[in-house]
């Protein structure tokens, strides 16, 4: 069940809300905390009831893992085995599902190797849910927590605003949220800011991402034949696209926390208004950014032995990174570009080197639309056939603008766009596009717009139509457009 | 103005919910898809134009509804060229004409199956065949949805599609709006039993409609084999005929000679005639492809036979069903051939002679087709047009395939 559906809005998300806060009221919180287990548990049997036994043997796995390793933490030793073979499961997991295929068809390019690529279907959101929990083992070896009662456990794995698509949660900042009995009272205050914020979040995903995907999605189809233009076209929209559809579901995630007076973590902070790349990552996708400083990137050693040590284990960071996004090249390429763009802004930071801000925008906003391109890739020569018409300067410098702005001779009709076989949005998705570059400026983080919320007429009116715009675009008619016979 | 958070989430939901059900009632009153049925007046709602975008949505309820005992399959040919009334046996009988613009065979099977579940007393089904149908690199459209069919009633996403989203409620407003400026015009797309409106397809300009179809055939390419799979679905719907008593009668259609031409410049020819080959060792069916009265009528900006190289009019609509029925009718002689598996070698062979004795009947029109070098050679293909018109007209791939062929 997606959270841009009507299934979810108009029958999942009330009868939730109506059940949690009804047992809650009648002072049942343990039934309330049960039902929020449950009505999790239903949210993702949704998909596919298949796997809800893996989640569910995941959990109580991990939670037993949890119990020994807390109940060992005397016996270094003992603690250290367990905690490793708890991870070590956990990886083995998501490796089999996310990475058996991958694995077979990379041994298919070896000569005279045939394997049969195996078709497994992957777990929704076993991802995050393997992250949240090697998070909660690791804490309790370290002896950060003492181990946390089942339950709470249970529907911090699960808990449905999180369990598919992020953010990632941390088990020290949720779990505790859980058995605070005020949170068990209906919040209308709460209730309208989570209204708020759902409502920005589902215009993003379904009024802005949705919209603008088909552009991307005909230019990776078509990556060996598309011109300059068409090429920028489909790598800014997808930048736009991905960062509206992952930062609207994020938010929906936030603003659904709220209506039950759970706060959870911001993952997006206007990431394309970075000036660096060290700064993108504070901004994009947070609390994997956390993740992998304080479960990778620190454990390999972080910047302790010296710089080259620190580079290197950026740059593995990122490439392990780039492998949980997706099994495949096009995501390795793109962790190890992003672990060498790291390296090279620290490098640039130790030598105390200045950008002018602008610049350092520009060159950050591109170097981030390039890994882009990889990322969306299906296979990494259409990545390499997409910057290469992107950057085919022979075609930029024939261009009709760059010509003009030259004073050199321009064609005889030079209002005219040529006609584009790959720009299906046309002129509209040139001015869209620019309107969403100026977005990034414009449209204010949520963190900044939470901060800003008051329950007034005003903002009732921007939540309101936002969400019934919302609602009404979530359903399409299709069209038969009979231009053919 | 601040206000409480109480009075915030009441007036957000309340307006949102407000929203909602106007927009869902929006949309059944104007009813643009033609699916509700609840309120029809002239210069609200009375037509349809949007129905040329939804065709196979409106049709696949319009089945559930009407529940039909007869109906007509095919594409736009079939669609807009047979009035399902001729082919009832009584006046309250129920006939639909199940017809799809660029309708590929298995579609018509799926509809044919959609009409059987809702109908299980089908008494008599007739297909339109075209050779474009069976082409193996056609596919259907993004708007034939497999879930919406073998069902008796609309499934809960198209309920959602067409009563809460902005999709319908611009098609409702420009139904609306069209009504009101033009309220005495004819202008839905399809008529109540779901034969297309050959009116609303004449305002468009002729020169249009005859590119149009001539640019079809192109996309067909050359030397390509017409889907296996296509035909495979065609025995499943003669199969199920035969064994459940259903009247089956099938025709190929009868296009303009232009388009025959077009078809024979793109190299297509000796695939038709293969392709027809088969279909008689499937089942008997009707020929009224080739060269006869009705199809070479002369071109001209008001024809009484033909709308454009590909679609033919009601009137020979009426002669196709009174030959598929034998009936008396107005029909000429020479118009269609029943072909039953064992005389198709000596109807390919009449109709190479009619070819010849067309082109040397009409001088003109032979040096138009055979030359096509000029517009103005052209030029006398339609009489009244003017050079640019012609022009346009020679833009058809088709016709452009011929000229450079016949040039050599």
């Known amino acids: 069940m997606l959270f841009n559906s009507y299934q979810f809005i108009a029958i999942y998300l009330p009868i939730v809300l109506v059940g949690f806060f009804f047992l809650a009221r009648r002072r049942m919180i343990g039934m309330a905390l049960g039902w929020l287990f449950i009505s999790s548990l239903a949210f993702y049997a949704y998909w596919d009831p298949r796997y809800l036994i893996l989640l569910l043997v995941s959990i109580f796995a991990n939670y037993l893992f949890g119990n020994l390793i807390a109940r060992h933490l005397e016996q270094r030793e003992k603690a250290r085995l367990f905690m490793i073979l708890a991870v070590s499961a956990n990886l083995a997991a998501l490796a089999y599902f996310k990475y058996t295929g991958f694995a077979f068809r990379t041994l298919n390019h070896l000569p005279g190797a045939h394997f049969p690529v195996p078709e497994i279907v992957l777990p929704l959101g076993i991802s995050f849910f393997t992250f949240t929990q090697i998070a909660y083992l690791v ?37 505790p949220q859980f058995h ?45 034949s598309v011109n300059t233009l068409e090429a920028w076209v489909g790598a800014l929209a997808y930048t736009f696209q991905l960062f509206y559809d992952f930062s609207g579901y994020s938010d929906m995630a936030v603003g659904l926390g709220l209506m039950l007076n759970i706060c959870l973590p911001i993952n997006f902070d206007v990431p394309y208004q ?103 890739a299906q296979r990494l020569p259409d990545a390499l056939n997409i910057l290469g018409a992107m950057f085919n300067f022979q075609a930029v410098f024939s261009s009709y603008p760059l010509r003009l702005f030259l004073l050199l001779p321009v064609p005889s009709t030079p209002l005219a766009i040529p006609h584009e076989n790959y720009l299906i949005g046309g002129k509209k998705s040139l001015i869209a596009l620019v309107l969403l570059m100026a977005s990034i400026w414009i449209i204010p983080s949520i963190r900044v717009s939470m901060a800003r919320f008051k329950p007034t007429l005003g903002y009732a009116v921007i939540t309101a139509a936002l969400l019934l715009f919302s609602m009404l675009s979530m359903n399409r008619v299709a069209q038969f457009l009979y231009f053919q016979f | 103005m601040t206000i409480s958070p109480a009075s915030f989430n009441f007036l957000t939901a309340g307006a949102v919910a407000c929203g909602l059900f106007l927009a869902a009632l929006l949309n059944v009153m104007i009813d643009p898809f033609e699916l509700y049925m609840v309120f029809e007046k002239n210069g609200i709602n009375a037509q349809k134009p949007e129905l040329a975008f939804h065709g196979r949505l409106t049709k696949a309820v319009a089945i559930e509804r009407k529940q039909p005992t007869s109906i007509v399959l095919g594409s736009s040919r079939a669609a807009l060229g047979i009035n399902p009334l001729l082919i009832r046996t009584n006046p309250s009988e129920c006939v639909y004409n199940c017809g799809l613009d660029s309708a590929t ?42 879930s919406r069919l073998c069902r008796t009633s609309m499934t809960s996403k198209d309920l959602l599609d067409t009563l809460l989203s902005i999709d319908a409620c611009q098609a409702s407003l420009s139904t609306f709006a069209s009504n009101l400026m033009h309220p005495l015009a004819d202008q839905s797309y399809f008529n109540a039993n779901g034969q297309r409106n050959e009116l609303a397809y004449l305002q468009s300009p002729l020169i249009g409609r005859w590119r149009s179809s001539i640019g079809a055939e192109r996309s067909v390419p050359a030397k390509l084999a017409y889907s296996a799979a296509a035909m495979d679905d065609l025995r499943r719907v003669v199969e199920t005929c035969r064994a459940r008593g259903i009247q089956l009668q099938l025709f190929v259609s009868p296009s303009h000679a232009v388009e025959w031409e077009s078809l024979r410049a793109n190299g297509q020819w000796d695939n038709f005639c293969k392709w027809k080959n088969e279909l008689a060792q499937i089942f008997p069916f009707w020929d009224f492809s080739g060269y006869s009265s009705i199809t070479t009528e002369p071109l001209s900006d008001h024809m009484k036979f033909y709308v454009d190289a590909s679609h033919y009019r009601d009137i020979v609509g009426g002669f196709i069903i009174a030959k598929l029925f034998s009936r008396e009718s107005a029909a000429p002689r020479d118009f269609g051939r029943h072909c039953d598996g064992t005389n198709l070698g000596a109807i390919n062979a009449q109709i190479e002679e009619a070819r010849r004795t067309w082109l040397e009947s009409q001088p003109d029109m032979r040096h138009c087709i055979a030359s096509l070098r000029l517009p103005e050679d052209a030029e006398q293909l339609f009489g009244v047009a003017g050079r640019k018109r012609v022009a346009q007209i020679m833009v058809a791939p088709g016709l452009q395939k011929l000229k450079s062929d016949t040039g050599k």
């Open chain 1, 180 to 224: 605070r009995l005020r949170n068990y009272v209906f919040s209308g205050k709460n209730f309208a800011l989570g209204l708020f914020v759902f409502a920005v979040g589902l215009a993003k995903k379904v009024l802005i991402a949705d919209n603008i995907g088909s552009w991307a999605n005909v230019v990776f189809d078509h990556a060996n």
């Open chain 1, 274 to 376: 970075s000036t660096s790349i060290i700064d993108f990552w504070r901004r994009w996708h947070i609390t994997l950014s956390a993740f992998l400083r304080d479960y990778l990137y620190i454990p390999l050693g972080g910047n302790r032995f010296g710089e080259f040590r620190r580079y290197v284990n950026l740059i593995a960071t990122m490439l392990l990174g780039g492998l949980w996004h997706g099994a495949g090249w096009t995501f390795f390429v793109w962790g190890a570009l992003h672990g060498a763009y790291l390296a090279t802004n620290h490098l640039w930071r130790r030598l105390k080197l200045q950008l002018y801000a602008p610049v350092a925008w520009t060159a950050t906003f591109l170097a981030t639309v390039v890994a882009w391109v990889f990322f969306r």
């Open chain 1, 139 to 175: 804490d309790v070896y370290r002896g950060e927590i003492t181990n946390y009662e089942p339950l709470g456990y249970a529907v911090f794995v699960t808990f449905f605003p999180h369990l598919i698509a992020g953010p990632i949660l941390h088990h020290k900042s949720i779990i």
């Open chain 2, 105 to 146: 065979m298995y579609e018509a099977r799926r509809y044919f199956e959609h009409a059987l579940v809702n109908q299980p007393h089908l008494r008599c089904v007739v297909i339109g065949l075209d050779y474009q149908m069976f082409d193996q690199s056609k596919r259907p459209p993004e708007e034939f949805v497999e």
